[in-house]
């Protein structure tokens, strides 16, 4: 189970971190992904880390602004946002997947979802 959290309301170029809490023994051996879905569109990829942290993917849009990070002590993925931008307004979800390929972008390559938060970027 996922639970994703830290989601608000921010202005353009602030930043927001959000957090993805797992439960069970096996988090550390889940890839972990990031994806958002603004109103009347579809749900998109934003970012992936690989079970250990050693490898990390980003949708285009988001490079050099967004940062997917974990510790798998604490059974916790992050999504630090910088530099945030109107267009960045969504609700946020992590996932989960098993395996060792971490630069899946695709929503159905993904096992275990968390509950959404709202990120809001004024102008």
């Known amino acids: 189970q996922l639970q994703a959290s830290g989601g608000g309301l921010v202005q353009a170029g602030g930043s927001l971190s959000l957090s993805c809490l797992a439960s069970?023994?096996?988090?550390?051996?889940?890839?972990v992904g990031w994806f958002r879905q603004a109103p009347g569109r579809e749900r998109e990829f934003v970012g992936s880390?690989?079970?250990?942290?050693?490898?990390?993917y980003y949708e285009d849009s988001v490079k050099g602004r967004f940062t997917v990070s974990r510790d798998n002590a604490k059974n916790t993925a992050y999504l630090q946002m910088d530099s945030l931008k109107p267009e960045d307004t969504a609700v946020y979800y992590c996932?989960?997947?098993?395996?060792?390929?971490?630069?899946?972008?695709?929503?159905?390559?993904?096992?275990?979802w968390g509950q959404g938060t709202q990120v809001t970027v004024s102008s």
């Open positions: 069970g023994r096996a988090f550390s051996r889940h890839v």
């Open positions: 880390i690989a079970w250990s942290g050693h490898a990390t």
């Open positions: 996932a989960a997947r098993g395996g060792t390929t971490w630069y899946k972008t695709s929503q159905s390559e993904y096992e275990y």
